[in-house]
Each structure stands twice: as C-alpha cells, then as structure tokens.
Nanobody, 127 residues
Framework: QVQLVEAGGGLVQAGGFLRLSCAAS????????LGWFRQAPGKEREFVAA????????MYADSVKGRFTMSRDNARNTVFLQMNSLAPEDTAVYYC????????????????????WGQGTQVTVSS
C-alpha cells in the first residue's frame, strides 16, 4: 500500500491556474503508475490524467488536453498536476491515485484499476 496526500486546491477565477501536488509514502513510489481523477457534485469520478512509472508515458482526458500537465518526481515521491486556463466546469474534488505495476511504461485511465487513493482536494473555479 502507498499513502497519498493531495494539496494545492483552492478557489480561482476562470482563466486562472492552480498546481496540485500529491505526496506519497509507504511503498516504493517508482513502482506505481499514477493518475488524477476528479468528481463534481452529482457526477461520477472521471479520469483527468495518468502517468507511467517512468514518467515517459502520459495521457490526458480530452477535456483537459492542452491545459493541464501531469508530471512526477520520483526522487521526491510526488506527482503534480499543473492546471492552466481553468474554467468553471473544472470545479471538482481532485483525487490522486496509484496503481502498482511491473511495467515501467504502463498507465491506466480506468478508475477501477487503481488500488490506492488520496483524500482529495477541492478545486473551485468561479466565472
């Protein structure tokens, strides 16, 4: 198991930016592919971005492509989500997730394939 703690959420105006971070502890961080998901009120938790163990493969949801950037620092056991050009529809609780994998290039966009989750951080974008 790996423990995940998100930080960096807050209230921002449309067009603004935020940088989320997720600090991991417990197991070897570089053994895990990571993902960011979000959940808006009354909606299901949805995929935002995912990154492989090595950081060499990254995928984004179409809704955030070109605006959000996911990265990881294996030396600091931390993953980041840089969110630019934020819009009100980006308002949600953002969750960091980790998935153990033997393959350095593997990643997943499927919520059910992640076994470790953080507690979430609220992002609110005002119009």
């Amino acid at each position: 198991q790996v423990q995940l703690v998100e930080a960096g959420g807050g209230l921002v105006q449309a067009g603004g930016f935020l940088r989320l971070s997720c600090a991991a502890s417990g197991r070897t961080f570089s053994d895990y592919a990571l993902g960011w998901f979000r959940q808006a009120p009354g909606k299901e938790r949805e995929f935002v971005a995912a990154i492989s163990r090595s950081g060499g493969n990254i995928m984004y949801a179409d809704s955030v492509k070109g605006r959000f950037t996911m990265s990881r620092d294996n030396a600091r056991n931390t993953v980041f989500l840089q969110m630019n050009s934020l819009a009100p529809e980006d308002t949600a609780v953002y969750y960091c997730a980790a998935r153990f994998t033997l393959y350095s290039g593997s990643l997943s966009i499927k919520r059910d394939e992640y076994e470790n989750w953080g507690q979430g951080t609220q992002v609110t974008v005002s119009s």
